[in-house]
T-cell receptor
Framework: AQKITQTQPGMFVQEKEAVTLDCTYD???????LFWYKQPSSGEMIFLIY??????QNATEGRYSLNFQKARKSANLVISASQLGDSAMYFC?????????????FGQGTTLQVKP | NAGVTQTPKFQVLKTGQSMTLQCAQD?????MSWYRQDPGMGLRLIHY???????DQGEVPNGYNVSRSTTEDFPLRLLSAAPSQTSVYFC?????????????FGPGTRLTVL
């Protein structure tokens, strides 16, 4: 069975500094996708970044990058130059490829607080 | 562009009452799904649909029904509400099941069952 583990319930970072949010996963699938979502206090889920298990290069989207280490089964999110608006809960998720259900398996989340 | 909309935003029910959570998307997405979010447990899949007229069960379907009569709408029905169904409910949609097609989430419905 697939499982996502986020071991950091809460993190603090100083504004303008970089921060890494940890995510490890467990799966027996050969192909899978890894995702990060942001959930601000307003409650909506916002897609941030996607990494396919078959992608050789780490994914990047603006200030977000995904540090993908397949052998270690980790998919950490790196946020560069943190902003106050980055304060939110962050979820790591995965999905098998191909998928008949589209089901995302989510971790428990990490709350990030950016200090001015 | 409205994206994925959900109504209501908040709802309080008494045990045994029934209700329907509404979800609509205007992006012509084939795939739609419902998740529930409970504290410390992330999100779990309730039901999903790969197109109009096609629905199937997810991880935690008991106590919920869905239908998909149009591409745009995917309502979630609680047949007889129980306190264990107190949760935040999210609807999501994507163009297809290709994982590179982003799943967009609605704003959520916070449901309390007394």
């Amino acid at each position: 069975a697939q499982k996502i583990t986020q071991t950091q319930p809460g993190m603090f970072v100083q504004e303008k500094e970089a921060v890494t949010l940890d995510c490890t996963y467990d799966t027996s699938d050969q192909s899978y996708g890894l995702f990060w979502y942001k959930q601000p206090s307003s409650g909506e889920m916002i897609f941030l970044i996607y990494q396919g298990s078959y992608d050789e290069q780490n994914a990047t989207e603006g200030r977000y990058s995904l540090n993908f280490q397949k052998a270690r089964k980790s998919a950490n999110l790196v946020i560069s130059a943190s902003q106050l608006g980055d304060s939110a809960m962050y979820f790591c998720a995965m999905r098998e490829i191909p998928s008949n259900t589209g089901k995302l398996i989510f971790g428990q989340g990490t709350t990030l607080q950016v200090k001015p | 562009n409205a994206g994925v909309t959900q109504t209501p935003k908040f709802q309080v029910l008494k045990t045994g009452q029934s209700m329907t959570l509404q979800c609509a998307q205007d992006m012509n997405h084939e795939y739609m799904s419902w998740y529930r979010q409970d504290p410390g447990m992330g999100l779990r899949l309730i039901h999903y649909s790969v197109g109009a007229g096609i629905t199937d069960q997810g991880e935690v379907p008991n106590g919920y029904n869905v239908s998909r009569s149009t591409t745009e709408d995917f309502p979630l029905r609680l047949l007889s509400a129980a306190p264990s169904q107190t949760s935040v409910y999210f609807c999501a949609s994507s163009y297809s099941l290709d994982p590179e097609d982003t799943q967009y989430f609605g704003p959520g419905t916070r449901l309390t069952v007394l």
